[in-house]
């Protein structure tokens, strides 16, 4: 016989309310108990919102009004599950109040497979690097890449090589604001020499001398192309979707974004490490050597890492910080998450909507329920 499956913790009213005094964030989804203290300030809703529902039964409010929460929002919190409540269910608690019988078994019937996650019948061996285990999900990939959940993952066998493909997030900073300040006041001071010139054509026949007046313009350039390559980077190798017959761009895909997908409040990978973003800079750097005057494109590209500073820092910040409501970063907040799990295929701006206005991938607005 198959051994019983073990039976879920059981919570008094009187045990839910010491905790709640506390400051532990509980709500309840009929019997079902959630603790959500690790979370609030995940939400894009914002901590308050979150804290305001402490104690209660929040299934209403996953069906909406403002919006219905998506079946991934529904299998994250049951992530969080930690017991029932005893007694009846129906009764109203001192800061919360009952679920009817007929939204329980509404629940019941929408969302059958919504149940606590058993890592043992995951499709991966979580006890394992999983780089080498998602090639072989084939045409499963897909649907499991887009399933968030709360562990962090490990990539590599190698402790060595698995540090490199993490970092604090404070690291971009120390890293690259230095630098780029030293190419500005560098790239600065050769414009102000008066002798860097840009060619309009093939010739030396029509050119323009740059001078130190346009750093600036060139600098905030910078910002702006930053912009749209992250947009595009996200768009379309971030979210490339992989052959399901191909073991190799799975891997890769999962190696670039996929992870940070599966588990995207890892705060250790949620900014670029420094390893391979040196290789992305210096590819950009490359880039713009290339195709312009060493002072030119050392001033645009200034301006790039400067871009490439804000858009990690904006990103770490969407996930773990908890910004004012009404706020822009508010707003993006909102934006980012509902890119996690509900619109993995729009919404690809981190830092600004501009492109995704631009080039139509704006998440669409939810209808609102008419009142009745």
Not at 121 to 148: A, F, I, N, S, T
Not at 309 to 338: C, E, N, Q, W
Request: charged content about 20%; glycine content about 8%.
């Amino acid at each position: 016989m198959a051994p019983a499956p073990p039976r879920a913790a059981s919570f008094s009213p009187a045990e839910l309310q010491r905790r709640l005094a506390a400051g532990a964030c509980w709500v309840r989804r009929g019997a079902r108990l959630y603790d959500l203290t690790g979370f609030v300030r995940h939400h894009p809703g914002g901590e308050q919102l979150l804290r305001s529902r402490a104690g209660q039964d929040i299934s209403a409010d996953l069906d909406g009004p403002p919006h219905r929460h998506s079946a991934n929002a529904r299998r994250w919190l049951e992530q969080y599950y930690v017991g029932d409540l005893q007694g009846d269910p129906q009764g109203s608690l001192e800061n919360g109040t009952g679920t009817s019988a007929e939204t329980q078994k509404t629940d019941l019937e929408i969302e059958p497979r919504l149940k606590e996650v058993d890592w043992e019948k995951d499709l991966v061996d979580w006890k394992k690097p999983l780089l080498w285990q998602v090639g072989h999900l084939g045409e499963k990939y897909d649907e499991w890449v887009h399933q968030p959940v709360i562990r962090p993952i490990r990539l590599f066998h190698s402790d060595f090589i698995e540090s490199l493909s993490k970092t604090v997030w404070y690291s971009v900073p120390i890293i690259w604001v230095p630098l780029m300040l030293y190419l500005s006041w560098s790239y600065y001071q050769t414009l102000a020499q008066g002798n860097v010139r840009l060619f309009t054509s093939f010739t030396t026949e029509y050119s323009v001398t740059v001078r130190k007046s346009m750093f600036p313009g060139l600098f905030v350039l910078g910002m702006f192309l930053w912009s749209l390559a992250e947009y595009l980077l996200h768009r379309f190798l971030f979210h490339m979707k992989p052959p399901s017959d191909s073991y190799y761009l799975i891997t890769l895909h999962f190696v670039l974004h996929g992870q940070h997908h599966k588990a995207p409040f890892d705060g250790s990978r949620l900014v670029f490490p420094p390893v391979p973003a040196s290789l992305l800079i210096a590819a950009f750097y490359g880039l713009l050597r290339l195709i312009l005057p060493e002072a030119v494109g050392g001033s645009i590209f200034a301006g790039g890492l400067l871009g490439y500073v804000f858009y990690d820092m904006i990103h770490y910040y969407l996930h773990f910080g908890s910004p004012h409501r009404g706020s822009f970063l508010y707003t993006m907040k909102a934006h980012h998450v509902k890119h996690h799990f509900v619109h993995q295929k729009s919404g690809f701006g981190i830092s600004t909507k501009l492109w995704d206005y631009f080039f139509n991938t704006l998440i669409p607005e939810e209808p609102h329920p008419k009142m009745q």
